[in-house]
């Protein structure tokens, strides 16, 4: 009671000394005078025109009683009256007042409209007009014209300095279902009239605050009377003056705890919201809001330090903490609150301890609960969907959702509560359904018919929450699953239209869209996902994979302008929307770390930008520096999957009950290659081995299904690209480091008809014009191969080298440029036999490879009949080679290699052949019937093999086409077994 006893002798001047309050039905607005005659049984409502004594106007319409007033703006209606000269003149001329004696008062009647009263009243007229006159002397002023202005500035305007402010708390309480209007009757507050009265309330505090600025109370009276009334900005304003003027401690604290509950509640500035909270963290809700605001930005570290630090100062009893609410449920929010921290990493280990925190009688229990059993749903490991039933089944809330679910919706009686955590745990029931986690392949079948049971409870969930949009989130993903694509999508509309900014329903539309081939909607959609989370990884992972689709389509549209003679500057074009895919990648695991497929994905991407960033750079040491950079991120990212890869191989045991989120959270060894193609890259060529050998020995192995998530993943693996290209490339290594490499420069002397070690092929016989043009021959490094006017159109001319055919891999030849030639032009590798009745070596067939006319890759493979002399050999087999195959088309201006290479194929029965046009592999599809050409004949002692160029063209064509180097790779174990 001490307090109240020192507060009343502060209070009684205030409280006891004011006027009594007008009575609100009396104190009106009114338009008009208000009078009192003597002898009047009523009081007159008139509009004063004049008072006149013996003969002189002492006031008229056209001086003092002018009706002056301010209007509002808006709507020009009175917004104040101004009648101190009215005042003044009644003062002076009516009632008991001396001069009132002889004088007369003239006005016009408003209420009654003719007022009549014998002996006191006298009528006149004035032209059409007509008048009322009175002696002054009968004459009392009851009211004057006023509005709600007048109203309220007149009765607080009679106190000073703290009474002004409890007058108007005073007059405000009596009057407020007036001012607050909330049915806009006539005689209430206008809507100019409420701004104006609040302006004028805060004055009246402002007024006070002025003489003595760190009064709390006057902050918290104010603040408190905006926030009643909705006035966000005035309430946040007021509490920032405070703050300002360093009104003391505990206020100043509880001040900054405002503005920061105001910033994170109302405004969601979480960034502007933290020096508030932390000016205030002696309170545990601003430690909570600060945490929130840490949570929003994304800075989870940071949240999960401040909440640490809170359950801490809770446990320890902290004299300086003051809390909220109960230990229990401070403990309860804080570590429900860390829960979800944990939770949105996938640190579902972390997310479940901390939930067992949560104490049991902490309001915060129930809420956890459901928490884990949502955690556990995504999670979805086999014995999590059992666990989910155990959690919820204790619950109260299960007992009354599963009687609801249990009655016919039919039911007239049945009714169905408001119950947000009701509606929670059924969607979480929902999906323990086995139609939920076990995959269904629908194929071109009709699409599985859902549960009863499990639509049931996800009405009854639509029921006891109508705002929720989870029901329909699970409906869709149910039908999807059962492959009701378009049930899916009209679950996910419906649900759109309860909560249009749900993150998961918008991107649950944009995968749909995305699959149906709808990309820019799918586009759209990821895009707002985004907006309204920025942290959302699977929309940053959809984004990527559209940036990827994208990036497909401009490659095939920059060949088909290449193709149309637009000069492209390819690897410029294609930079750009390359970064933006890596971005998205890079985006997703720095939310989400344990995403195999996309750290793989973003692995191989660092791999194409090392290849194509530093074309696009003019200083060659700064490009290297990049290729490498991009190199080793790639060789990293492989790494890291290679190290989980290798731990799988470890478990103890494994079985057959692999759940979709096991198997997306499972790496395959395909990373093994990717690590390989970087170390290679970068020129550590013994560890590329070493990936790619133990790629091959995980499959290969006693334990091979240790790594893989199910038997059915360790299969489909084991017929995929990314054992091919394992075994590959493999061999490739190895025989690379059996290889030895031969150059030709066409160094030396030029001679006429003299071209070093190559020879004009005789037979069959070349065309009497070839190497007849005058730059033919080798001068100035360079080999010049020309026609000088083809004499007999489409005969074949050839210049070779023979070589050894048990070991020769690859031939290839720099031209220095591609030229626009209207001849055929190229390499070739020609098997000649001795075992062909003819004396000495003759050629058996030909492989070929060049440009044509248009500038196009061509391919051929040619035989041998040199018995016939009208046809000494014909075309058995070829095609133009695809663009897309060599990044094409090729600019003529810029230098081409071509090259040739035969490998073994896998089980090494026959030869492969692979055409390399500028470093693009693109190996050629020889037919079934070409057994000559294929066939692993190797250890042959009587085959040799010849490394040519060859030329054609029609009649009197001619021209030149220049190589600046040769090279010849030989492989000593070309033919032997691995």
């Given at each position: 009671m001490l307090p109240w006893v020192l507060l009343l002798p502060l209070l009684a001047p205030a409280l006891f000394g004011q006027a009594p309050l007008p009575d609100a039905t009396l104190e009106k607005p009114r338009t008009n005078l208000v009078i009192r005659v003597q002898g009047a049984t009523r009081d007159w409502e008139v509009m004063p025109l004049a008072i006149k004594k013996g003969g002189t106007t002492i006031a008229s319409t056209a001086n003092d009683f002018r009706l002056e007033r301010d209007k509002w703006e808006r709507t020009g209606a009175p917004k104040r009256y101004r009648l101190d000269k009215w005042r003044k003149v009644f003062n002076d001329f009516t009632d008991t007042a001396p001069q009132a004696q002889g004088a007369f008062f003239e006005f016009q009647a408003r209420a009654p409209r003719t007022p009549t009263l014998a002996g006191v009243v006298e009528e006149r007229t004035s032209g059409r007009s007509t008048y009322f006159r009175v002696p002054c002397e009968k004459v009392k002023v009851i009211g004057y014209p006023q509005t709600w202005v007048n109203i309220y500035e007149s009765y607080v305007g009679q106190f000073e300095g703290d009474q002004r402010r409890l007058a108007v708390k005073a007059w405000e309480e009596a009057n407020r279902i007036l001012i607050e209007n909330a049915d806009q009757v006539a005689s209430g507050f206008s809507a100019e009239e409420r701004n104006d009265f609040a302006e004028f309330y805060q004055k009246q505090f402002v007024y006070v605050r002025d003489r003595n600025p760190?009064?709390?109370?006057?902050?918290?009276?104010?603040?408190?009377?905006?926030?009643?009334?909705?006035?966000?900005?005035?309430?946040?304003?007021?509490?920032?003056?405070?703050?300002?003027?360093?009104?003391?401690?505990?206020?100043?604290?509880?001040?900054?705890?405002?503005?920061?509950?105001?910033?994170?509640?109302?405004?969601?500035?979480?960034?502007?919201?933290?020096?508030?909270?932390?000016?205030?963290?002696?309170?545990?809700?601003?430690?909570?809001?600060?945490?929130?605001?840490?949570?929003?930005?994304?800075?989870?570290?940071?949240?999960?330090e401040a909440l640490k630090g809170l359950l801490a100062a809770i446990a320890s009893g902290a004299a300086d903490l003051v809390l909220e609410l109960t230990p229990e449920n401070e403990t309860?929010?804080?570590?429900?609150?860390?829960?979800?921290?944990?939770?949105?990493?996938?640190?579902?280990?972390?997310?479940?301890?901390?939930?067992?925190?949560?104490?049991?009688?902490?309001?915060?229990?129930?809420?956890?609960?459901?928490?884990?059993?949502?955690?556990?749903?995504?999670?979805?490991l086999r014995d999590d969907f059992q666990k989910v039933k155990e959690t919820l089944d204790p619950l109260p809330k299960m007992a009354e959702a599963k009687r609801l679910t249990s009655t016919k919706s039919t039911d007239p009686n049945l009714v169905y509560p408001y119950d947000p955590a009701m509606c929670e745990a059924l969607v979480l029931y929902a999906q323990t359904d086995a139609q939920f986690r076990q995959p269904i392949e629908t194929g071109d079948r009709p699409p599985v018919k859902p549960s009863d049971a499990v639509l049931r409870m996800l009405e009854v969930a639509k029921a006891t929450d109508p705002l929720s949009a989870e029901p329909y989130l699970a409906e869709g993903r149910l039908k999807q699953r059962l492959g009701d694509f378009p049930g899916a999508l009209e679950a996910y509309l419906a649900g759109l239209v309860i909560d249009p900014r749900n993150v998961r329903l918008n991107y649950a539309v944009a995968a749909l869209r995305y699959k149906a081939g709808v990309v820019s909607e799918a586009k759209d959609l990821a895009s707002r996902c985004l907006r309204q989370n920025p942290r959302f990884h699977p929309a940053l992972v959809l984004l990527g994979e559209i940036a990827l689709s994208d990036l497909d389509r401009l490659r095939d549209d920059l060949m088909q302008r290449r193709a149309a003679g637009e000069k492209v500057a390819f690897e410029s074009e294609l930079l750009g929307p390359l970064k933006e895919a890596t971005a998205f990648f890079q985006g997703a695991l720095e939310v989400q770390p344990a995403q195999p497929d996309v750290k793989l994905t973003l692995a191989s991407l660092y791999l194409q930008l090392a290849d194509i960033t530093p074309a696009t750079m003019n200083v060659k040491a700064d490009a290297e520096d990049v290729r490498r950079a991009y190199l080793v991120k790639a060789r990293d990212l492989a790494g890291e999957l290679m190290a989980a890869v290798r731990k799988l191989g470890e478990r103890p045991g494994v079985d057959e009950q692999a759940t979709a989120s096991e198997i997306a959270a499972t790496p395959t060894p395909a990373c093994f290659n990717v690590y390989a193609a970087a170390c290679y890259a970068m020129g550590e060529f013994a560890q590329a081995r070493g990936a790619l050998e133990e790629h091959l020995a995980i499959l290969r192995g006693p334990n091979a299904r240790k790594h893989f998530a199910s038997n059915r993943v360790l299969s489909e693996y084991r017929s995929s690209e990314h054992v091919k290209y394992a075994e590959r490339w493999l061999a490739a290594i190895r025989a690379n480091e059996r290889?030895?490499?031969?150059?030709?420069?066409?160094?030396?002397?030029?001679?006429?008809?003299?071209?070093?070690?190559?020879?004009?092929?005789?037979?069959?016989?070349?065309?009497?014009?070839?190497?007849?043009?005058?730059?033919?021959?080798?001068?100035?490094?360079?080999?010049?191969?020309?026609?000088?006017?083809?004499?007999?159109?489409?005969?074949?001319?050839?210049?070779?080298?023979?070589?050894?055919?048990?070991?020769?891999?690859?031939?290839?030849?720099?031209?220095?440029?591609?030229?626009?030639?209207?001849?055929?032009?190229?390499?070739?590798?020609?098997?000649?036999?001795?075992?062909?009745?003819?004396?000495?070596?003759?050629?058996?067939?030909?492989?070929?490879?060049?440009?044509?006319?248009?500038?196009?890759?061509?391919?051929?493979?040619?035989?041998?009949?040199?018995?016939?002399?009208?046809?000494?050999?014909?075309?058995?087999?070829?095609?133009?080679?695809?663009?897309?195959?060599?990044?094409?088309?090729?600019?003529?201006?810029?230098?081409?290699?071509?090259a040739l290479v035969r490998r073994l194929s896998a089980d090494r029965s026959s030869l492969v052949f692979v055409a390399v046009i500028n470093g693009y592999e693109v190996e050629l599809p020889l037919p079934e019937g070409l057994d000559d050409v294929r066939r692993n004949d190797l250890e042959d002692k009587s085959i040799q093999i010849d490394c040519g160029f060859f030329v054609w063209a029609l009649s009197d064509v001619a021209g030149e086409f220049?190589?600046?180097?040769?090279?010849?790779?030989?492989?000593?174990?070309?033919?032997?077994p691995e």
């Open positions: 760190q009064l709390a109370t006057i902050y918290q009276e104010l603040a408190e009377y905006h926030r009643q009334r909705g006035n966000l900005d005035a309430e946040l304003s007021t509490y920032l003056d405070g703050i300002e003027n360093k009104v003391p401690s505990p206020q100043l604290e509880e001040f900054n705890l405002n503005v920061g509950r105001i910033f994170v509640m109302r405004l969601q500035l979480y960034r502007q919201a933290l020096p508030y909270l932390l000016a205030s963290r002696a309170f545990s809700e601003a430690r909570i809001l600060a945490a929130r605001c840490h949570i929003e930005l994304g800075e989870l570290d940071k949240a999960r309860g929010r804080a570590n429900l609150l860390l829960a979800r921290v944990e939770f949105s990493e996938a640190s579902y280990g972390a997310a479940e301890a901390t939930i067992k925190l949560i104490p049991p009688a902490s309001a915060s229990w129930q809420e956890g609960q459901l928490l884990f059993a949502a955690m556990l749903t995504q999670r979805g290889q030895y490499v031969e150059r030709e420069e066409f160094d030396g002397e030029f001679k006429p008809e003299f071209y070093g070690q190559w020879n004009i092929v005789s037979a069959p016989k070349p065309d009497l014009s070839f190497m007849k043009s005058a730059g033919a021959g080798i001068r100035n490094g360079k080999l010049t191969i020309g026609l000088a006017g083809q004499k007999e159109g489409f005969v074949v001319s050839r210049l070779s080298v023979p070589k050894n055919y048990a070991t020769l891999t690859r031939f290839s030849a720099r031209f220095d440029k591609r030229g626009e030639q209207l001849f055929h032009r190229g390499i070739s590798l020609t098997k000649l036999s001795s075992n062909t009745g003819k004396p000495g070596l003759a050629p058996v067939n030909c492989v070929m490879l060049g440009i044509d006319p248009q500038g196009q890759v061509f391919w051929q493979v040619r035989r041998f009949k040199l018995d016939d002399q009208a046809r000494q050999e014909e075309v058995v087999a070829g095609d133009l080679i695809d663009v897309r195959r060599y990044n094409g088309p090729l600019d003529k201006d810029a230098a081409l290699t071509l220049s190589v600046d180097s040769a090279q010849f790779v030989f492989d000593s174990g070309l033919g032997k």
